[in-house]
């Protein structure tokens, strides 16, 4: 194979696409969902700053009441624990489920909730001792998981520095505030960080899943053979398919010949050209071709008509126009209506001959 012919310039095809989505091969990104779930999780934070301040205010009010005491017991502790889960439970519940719900729901979207079957057949090559130890630790894919994940710690980590800096100052005299106060001051907190790092967060998810959905594509690109031996497997086996197509032909020319039956007239070249015809009133004005055939076919024609006692008049010029410009199933062209009618004519008074010499019988 030449080397231009191994190289992948080939656009994936349906067929490869869907196998990598049957394999679960699709474009993911843990940085974006985390950043979606951080984005709704603390859009729902925002939302029950009141619930919060309030929570902390009955946190701290407890807290205070049972530190002042000289002596701590366990019954205290107890019912330290119990205000801070019946205070700050309910909202911070409400927080997370709002999180992980939309973190969930947002790979389901950008993986078209394709349940990947596939995914889930054990392979064996993953048990291979070596095989893990290549792709750990001699391939590059580490390395650059390292590097994102350093990349992605310092963004974060600046963001939240950014925010949190600013409110440095009023760390000293927080201690001498009322509960509210310190409630609030923390809930301006949270705010400023989640204002930073939501962002932060959205656009590395973002420019993550750009990335992993390049590299898909790279992955599912193919070359010139894999190509055409696609659509060779997609079009078939020329042999299977002409043996397809004759089956076919012969299933339609069957058809076609239990159809003579129906007819009131063939008309044909005396051999060559057989063309059926059928004429009912309430199927239209003009006959309709119900069998037409060369050759071999028409000679068939002619046997089936033979067989049911359909008249058969010979008229070259008819038969071959008929043959070359009426269509199977359809009405005849309006060129053919005056000799076709003749046709018939003649036809209907054979029948009426033969009526009549019936009746002196």
């Known amino acids: 194979m030449a080397e231009s012919d191994a190289e992948k310039t080939e656009a994936p095809s349906e067929r490869k696409i869907q196998q990598f989505r049957d394999e679960g091969k699709v474009a993911q990104s843990k940085e974006l969902l985390a950043g979606i779930g951080l984005a709704a999780g603390g859009t729902a934070l925002l939302l029950t700053t009141a619930s919060f301040g309030d929570a902390f205010h009955a946190v701290f009010d407890a807290l205070r009441q049972h530190l002042s005491d000289s002596e701590l017991t366990s019954s205290d502790v107890h019912l330290i624990t119990a205000a801070i889960f019946l205070n700050v439970g309910p909202p911070l519940l409400i ?17 078209n909730f394709n349940m990947a079957v596939g995914a889930l057949e054990p392979k064996w090559e993953r048990l291979d ?19 994102k994940s350093l990349l992605v710690g310092s963004a974060i980590g600046w963001a939240a520095w950014s925010a949190v800096s600013a409110h440095l100052d009023a760390l000293p005299i927080l201690a001498s505030l009322g509960a509210r106060a310190q409630a609030a001051y923390l809930v301006e907190l949270v705010t400023a960080f989640l204002q930073r790092v939501i962002p932060v967060g959205l656009a590395i998810g973002a420019a993550d899943y750009g990335w992993q959905w390049w590299r898909l594509q790279q992955e599912m690109m193919m070359t010139k053979e894999e190509a055409r031996k696609e659509h060779k497997e997609q079009e078939g086996d020329p042999k299977i398919k002409g043996k397809r197509k004759q089956i076919a032909r012969q299933i339609a020319m069957g058809q076609m010949l239990t159809r003579v039956k129906e007819a009131d007239v063939v008309v044909v070249n005396p051999t060559h050209y057989a063309v059926a015809l059928r004429y009912r009133k309430e199927e239209g004005r003009a006959p309709v071709v119900v069998a037409r055939g060369l050759d071999l076919i028409a000679l068939k024609i002619r046997a089936e008509a033979t067989r049911h006692e359909i008249p058969i008049i010979e008229n070259r010029p008819l038969a071959r126009g008929l043959y070359a410009r009426a269509k199977l199933g359809l009405p005849i062209p309006a060129e053919f209506y005056g000799a076709v009618a003749q046709l018939l004519a003649i036809v ?8 009549g010499a019936m009746r002196l019988r």
């Open 348 to 355: 209907y008074r054979r029948r009426a001959q033969a009526r």
């Open 95 to 111: 927080v997370l489920t709002a999180g992980s719900f939309t973190s969930a729901l947002a790979g389901l979207l950008l993986n």
């Open 129 to 147: 001792p070596l095989t893990n130890f290549q792709s750990q630790f001699m391939s590059s894919q580490p390395w650059i998981q390292l590097a």
